[in-house]
């Protein structure tokens, strides 16, 4: 069953210019083939501009494909954002700013200053919230009083910034193709890191810190052939997922990682990808049995970064980076942090790292036959722990 827009028939038939799509026509589609039980959504070249993101949620033998790599663009607008201008004290029902974009009353705000305590962490949260009344040229009026101050230089957006496809629920055989994913971030944008928010593709199953998955992983989730550029949360970001497949894209100027295997993602691989310029070409976090293998990793801030949050048994363990080739790093090259067990690093190519190659803690790594030249500081560090290391 194809899920085919009439302007894409047209655009094949006619060599049509490329022509924009409505969010809505596209999401149309979508919901028709997960409703059907699968399909293809073929979206047609052009620059399509996406406001609320698209929904992927419950779908299964779904492809979503772009006629041309390229040339197909799914597109965010400029990121809602402004930095505060002077301190804000709690109780206060305005924010002055020293520049703002896109912001409308209603608009929920995510200000990245101290708020409440965390359940979890039992710090206080890098943010508080509140909702937009009204907005001025120099500054933010609320709803409601803030319960916390605002610092000067506080950068402060939207809470509910989407991402471009973001992937809920029980997902099942869902494959992403032949697409440009633009975050939408230019030069002349502050720093913004989006984190679960602004990214290519967001894909999470329902979990918890203390209690892991609590519902369906999305499962056998494949990205292929795209490029995604532009983004300033992750390129591509998966959460609780299981026997997910990220080959052949290119990822690049990404104000956070290119690829992200967090919580409780397992079984997962990240193979012959082309990443540059990122804050982290992959991040392993709470993953588990996951193959980062034969990608190409170009000026990141660090290479590969595997390390633990969450405090259940058995996570960050058996994941193998291998055969990758890393180039010019800020910081490590590969950094295996603090309450990892029994991974797997080796023939990894490994050049002009700003600090170590190779950054060991944990315990009962395996470190073989990798080739690490140029590292301003060691080829291979350890910082605690035992571990296999064959040089």
Known sequence: M???????????????????LPEAEIQRFIDDAIKAGGGEVIIPPGVHLIERGLMLKDAKKLRLVGLDAEETVVKLPPV????????????????????????????????????EIDSFTKKPKPFHLAIVKAVGKEAIQLEAALKFPVPD?????????????????????????????????????????????????????????????TGPQ???????RCFIQ???????????VESAEIEGCTIRDTSDEAIDFDHFTIKSSATHNH??????????????????????????????????????????????????LI??????????????????????EITGSGR????????GQVVKANRITGSSLKAVAVNEGKHEIVE
């Open 153 to 213: 230089g506080t950068m402060i957006r939207h809470e509910d910034a989407p991402n471009l496809i973001e992937l809920r629920g029980a997902c099942e055989d869902v494959r992403i193709e032949k697409l440009t994913l633009d975050g939408g971030r230019v030069e002349s944008d502050p720093l913004i890191r989006g984190h679960v928010q602004l990214c290519g593709i967001m894909a999470a199953g329902a979990y918890s810190y203390e209690k892991g998955p």
């Open 275 to 324: 990443i540059a310029r990122s804050l982290v070409g992959v991040e392993l976090n709470d993953a588990t049995s996951c193959l980062v293998a034969g990608n190409e990793f170009r000026d990141c801030g660090t290479g590969i970064h595997l390390w633990r949050w969450c405090k259940q048994p058995g996570l960050n363990e058996g994941n193998i980076i291998a055969q990758n």
């Open 2 to 20: 194809k899920f085919l827009p009439p302007l894409a028939l047209l655009l094949i038939s006619a060599v049509s210019p490329a022509l924009a």
């Open 327 to 348: 180039e010019t790093t800020k910081g490590n090259a590969v950094q295996i942090a603090t309450g990892t067990k029994g991974n797997t690093v080796v023939q990894n």
């Open 356 to 363: 170590n190659g190779i950054s060991l803690s944990g315990e």
């Open 80 to 115: 809602a954002y402004a930095i505060a201008s002077g301190t804000t004290a709690a109780g206060a029902t305005q924010i002055e700013v020293k520049s703002q974009r896109r912001f409308k009353p209603g608009m929920r705000l995510k200000i990245e200053a101290d708020g």
């Open 218 to 224: 999305v499962k056998k989730l494949a990205i292929s």
């Open 230 to 240: 532009n983004c300033h949360g992750r390129g591509i970001a998966l959460y609780s």
